[in-house]
C-alpha cells in the first residue's frame, strides 16, 4: 500500500459487474459445534432458581447510585446466587435487554395490566420462557396469544416486578448499567480476568453467553471461545474527532478511509459456504447475494472481512441511506430487488485469513493481508499519512463526494472488537438546525417524572407555523430534563396520556448526521441520529431554520 491516495480508484466507487455464481451454499456448515461435558457448577447456591423480584432489586439499587464501583459490586453479589444456567438472563436483564431480539411487546401493549400479585413468585427462567412464547407467536389468532402471555406473566408480578418487567420489554431500562459495567460484574463475580472475559465476549458476540460459561467453570470456561468462522464476531467501533487534525494527533501514524453511509456488513466464508452478518449479528446472507458472489471470487480457502454494502448511482455516489438499508432489509423477492437497487461491497479489514486470526496483529499488517486477497475496486478508499494538509484534503473530498466524512485508523491497533476504542476515530462534518420545540414526552425509567423527547419543528415562511421534524431525546443532561420540565409545562397548551404541546417558544440547537425523506411526519423529512447541543435563548422562534433550509439540505445531500 502506497503513503499516498490511490489515483483512478478514488476518482469514485462504481460499482463492479460480476459473473453469476452457480449456487451459494448457506452457512448451514459454519455453525460451531456444540461445547463438551462441562465442570460442575462453582456455586453452592446454583440449584434453586432465582426469583424475578431479587434481581428488580439489584436492578433498583444500581439505579440509585451514581458510583460506578457500588454498580458492580450490587451486580457481582446478585450474580453469585444465580444458577448457572439463569447467568445469561441474567446478565442480559441487569444489561438492560430481553434475549429475544423481536418480543413484539411495546407500551401499547403494557397500558392495560392486570391487577399486580402480593407475593413473589416469577423466576428468571419463568420470565424468559413467558417472553419466548410471546415472540414465537405467529399467525392466525397471534395477536390474542401474545395478549394472553403478557397478562398471565404480569398477573403473576408483583407491582416492583411489574414496573421491571414493563421498563425491560420497551427498551427503557436505564439503570446506568451499560454492557461494559456488567462485564465487569461478571468477571468480579466469577473470579476471572476482565481482559480474558472482554476477550470472550468479543470472540463469542454476546456477554450472555459467556458470563454463563465463566460463572459456571471460571477461566476454564473462557477457553472455549475462539474465533471461528462463520460465527460472527462484534465489530469493533470507533470514537468521534471534531476534525482530522485533533484525530491525527490522537491516532499518531494512521490510515484515513472514506466513511461510507451504507451497511456494515461481516462476512464469512470458508470454502464454498458464505454467511453474511449485520452489526447487530444478524444473518442476511439469502438478502445479498452479490455479496456472496464477491467473497467467493477471491482467492481465499477461509476469510473474515469487515467492511460495509451500498447502493451507488451515477458516478459512484452513494444513494439514499434508505434505500440501502431497505435493500439489505428486505426478504422477498431479492433478484428483482438486486436489479433496481444493486449493492456493491466494500471491505476495509480481514480478521482471519486461511486458518490464521488476524485480529491480534497491528492494523499495517491486516491491511497487507487485505491487499493480498481483495481486489483494490473493493477496497474502501484510503490514505496513510501523517500530514493534516493531506488528510483534510481527502476528508474534503471524501465529503463532496456525497460520503459520510473518514474513518482515521492507528496503524498500531489491533482490531479491539466489541469496543469503541481509541484506534479508530470517525471524523464527520456536523450539520446543526436551530430548531423550535412544539412538545415533550413524558420519559421512562430513569427519567421518570421528566419531560423527554422533544419533537422538533422547523419553521414555515409562508404560513408562520411550524413542520414537525421528527423527535430526539438525545443530548439531555440531567440538568437539561429539570429545567426543561419546568419551562415546558409553563407553556403547555394541551396533553395526553404520553406528550405535553407546548406554545412554540423555545428555540434548541440540533445536530444531525443527515436528512431522509419520511412519510412520517409532515414535512415529509427526518433528521437521522438528531441530538440536543444546547438550548438558544437568545434566538426568537421566528429565528429559527425554515423547512425551506431543510429541503435545500436534502436535496444536496445531507
Known sequence: MQPEARDARHAGLVPVPRPPSP?????????PPAPGPLRAPRFPCDTMAVLLA???????????????????DAMASCLRQVDSDEAAIAVAYLSGELRQRRPGVGWAALRSLPAPARESSLTLRDVDASFARIEQASGSGSAALRRNEIAALFGRATEVEQRFL?????????QGA???IVAEAVAKAAGVELGD?????????QLPAVAEEALRSGAEGLHRFHLRVGSPLQPMLAQSAPSVEEALLRSGAAVLEWKLDGVRIQV??????????????????????????????????SIVLDGEAIALGAHGRPRPFQETASRAASRGDVERLRRSVPLTPFFFDVLHLDGQDLIDLPGSDRYEAIAKVVPPELWVPRLVTADVDKATAFFSDAVQRGHEGVL??????????????????????????DLVVLAAEWGHGRRQGWLSNLHLGARD???????????TFKGLTDAMLSWQTARFLELEISRDAWTVYLRPEIVVEIAFDGIQASPRYPGKMALRFARVLRYRPDKRPEQADTIDTVRQLHAAGS
Open 23 to 31: 449456487g451459494l451454499a448457506l452457512a448451514s456448515g459454519l455453525r
Open 54 to 72: 431479587a434481581l428488580a432489586q439489584t436492578s433498583a439499587t444500581v439505579a440509585a447510585t451514581p458510583s460506578r464501583l457500588a454498580k458492580i
Open 166 to 174: 414493563a421498563r425491560l420489554a420497551g427498551g427503557e431500562l436505564r
Open 178 to 180: 451499560l454492557a461494559a
Open 197 to 205: 472475559l472482554r476477550r470472550s465476549v468479543m470472540l463469542a458476540g
Open 268 to 301: 464469512h466464508r470458508e470454502g464454498d459456504d458464505v454467511a453474511i452478518f449485520t452489526r447487530t449479528l444478524d444473518e442476511i446472507t439469502d438478502r445479498l447475494p452479490e455479496v456472496a458472489e464477491a467473497a467467493l471470487a477471491l482467492p481465499a480457502r
Open 408 to 433: 482515521v485508523k492507528a496503524l498500531a491497533a489491533p482490531y479491539d472488537a466489541g469496543r469503541r476504542g481509541a484506534g479508530w476515530i470517525k471524523v464527520k462534518p456536523r450539520h446543526t438546525l
Open 461 to 471: 415562511a409562508v404560513s408562520g407555523g411550524f413542520v414537525m421534524l421528527g423527535k
